[in-house]
């Protein structure tokens, strides 16, 4: 009885030496955790928000890519139906303006032209500098006719000026673009 008293307190001092060794190894994981820098609970919220707005410019990024073929198919579509080749610009430009005023009753002055160097897509800006003569029905239907015609035409400023025989004058500066 007595060996067999002495066997369970050997096993109880091992299984004592055990407990208290994973004891002290424990702690040792706990301090070296608390030594280990935190992140704030605010700051790993503003990660997150951070990491949302990521994935949501990502989304648009590649919904963006996706509608591409199709806007740059339109981009095509406008810039040939809209803007006229630089060879024959000027001359059509003449054209349309004295159309587009003769249409509407009114008399036109020489119109004078101010080319611009072309941009990375191949337009030229244009500005155009004339006047046009006539009663204030006939301007305000010129105006009219300039905004709806087929040609892309900006206009950048208006200025009403008198003239002989109680006519009204229109100084018109506008722009157009060419492709190159």
Known sequence: MNELLQQHKVIVRWGLIVIVVLDVMLAAFDYALHLAPRVPPQEIRNLELLE???????????????????DEKQWDEFFTTHFRPAGAGYSAVSEDLGQLS???GLRTDTITFHQRAPDARGLM????????????????????????????Y???S??????????????IQLRTYFRT
């Open 52 to 70: 949302k707005s990521y994935r949501a410019d990502n989304a648009r990024l590649d919904k963006f890519r996706a509608e591409l073929p199709a």
């Open 102 to 104: 003769h249409s509407a």
């Open 125 to 152: 800006e244009i500005e155009i500098v004339t006047a046009v003569e006539g009663d204030y029905t006939s301007l305000v239907n010129f105006l009219d006719k300039l905004e709806h015609s087929d040609h892309f």
């Open 154 to 156: 900006v206009l950048d």
């Open 158 to 171: 208006l200025a009403l000026a008198s003239s002989n025989a109680g006519k009204i004058r229109l100084n």
